[in-house]
């Protein structure tokens, strides 16, 4: 199946969140679906960057529609204020893409005491669905992608330990975790919607190797000339070896948009290890498909943000 953004239908009238839409793939996504007619929120920190990406759209297609809506996934407040505004703002929500990432850091804590990887790329994204859910559900058949990685076979869900709070900090090992945790909430996401009669679809996609800034932008350790000589042979392995971020971008765009795609599915491209491609059917680790495990880490996360999933009845745990 060779599909690309050129397949994807006609959105209008469609209002679709994208979180981390100022650069790579988010940047794909937010300007392949404008330019088919979504109206597209762009859920970001940088008013400078949102305000770039625009005036970009409007010069290809200038009757798009996009618009900016401040938030900070690394801050629970900064979630439930954007949350608010939204819902200001629209009577509904069609999708919420939920790409934003952070890879590979050094030891870092939100404003909220969590492990920068789990808070931005798992309990942030996982505290905005919550929050969008009355907004998603008045759409007729809403979905919530979850960006997640290859790397989550590397991830391990340690109940007693998920905030890096005992363990020796590892931070490819939280990487993984935070990925794993995507796939776990889709699954479980998706057996609530079920459960719940609502008619919505949470899909998991991953990129496959895409050349984006997020291989440099966490790795760096301190100091400028280590930091520099570490990104070096990483910009070199994405200029040799990767495919471009609207390539990259594929997977999680049928997920959005295609007819055809199952609730509780995971995509990525479907070339060698999954790395360059176009979308198809991705593999999971047995963790990842693991209903209990997901269901464990889905009371953890609402225990640690704060925020429940209100399916507007009641779901056995």
Do not use: C
């Amino acid at each position: 199946m060779r599909w690309t953004a050129a397949d994807i239908p006609d959105h209008t009238g469609r209002t679709i969140v994208v979180t981390g839409p100022t650069s790579g793939l988010g940047r794909a996504t937010a300007i392949a679906l404008a330019t088919r007619g979504a109206h597209v929120v762009m859920a970001a920190r940088s008013a400078e960057r949102s305000a770039a990406l625009i005036e970009h759209v409007r010069q290809r297609a200038p009757f798009a529609s996009l618009s900016r809506l401040s938030v900070n996934l690394a801050d629970l407040s900064s979630i439930r204020a954007a949350a608010r505004r939204l819902a200001q703002q629209h009577d509904r929500i069609d999708a919420l893409v939920a790409n934003a990432g952070i890879m590979a850091p050094p030891l870092t804590r939100t404003s909220d005491g969590f492990e920068l990887q789990l808070g931005v790329n798992h309990l942030g994204h996982a505290a905005l669905t919550a929050r969008l859910l009355p907004l998603l559900r008045a759409a007729a058949r809403p979905r919530v992608v979850v960006v997640s990685s290859t790397l989550h076979r590397i991830g391990r869900i340690d109940p007693d330990d998920l905030n890096w709070e005992a363990r020796p900090y590892d931070r490819w090992a939280a990487y993984g975790q935070s990925k794993l945790a995507n796939l776990l909430y889709v699954l479980e996401l998706q057996r609530r919607f079920d459960a719940a009669g609502v008619a919505g679809l949470a899909v998991g996609a991953h990129p496959g190797w895409a050349d984006t800034a997020l291989q440099t932008s966490g790795l760096t350790p301190s100091g400028r000339v280590r930091g520099a000589l570490w990104r070096a042979p990483v910009r070199l392995a994405n200029l040799l070896f990767s495919q471009p971020a609207s390539r990259g971008a594929l997977p999680q765009l049928y997920a959005t948009t295609a007819a055809d795609v199952p609730g509780g599915s995971y995509w990525g491209p479907d070339g060698p290890g999954e790395q360059m491609g176009y979308p198809a059917p991705a593999t999971r680790s047995p963790e990842a498909t693991n209903p209990d495990l997901a269901r464990q880490l889905w009371h953890q996360t609402e225990a640690f943000t704060g925020v429940s999933h209100d399916l507007g009845v009641e779901v056995a745990p």
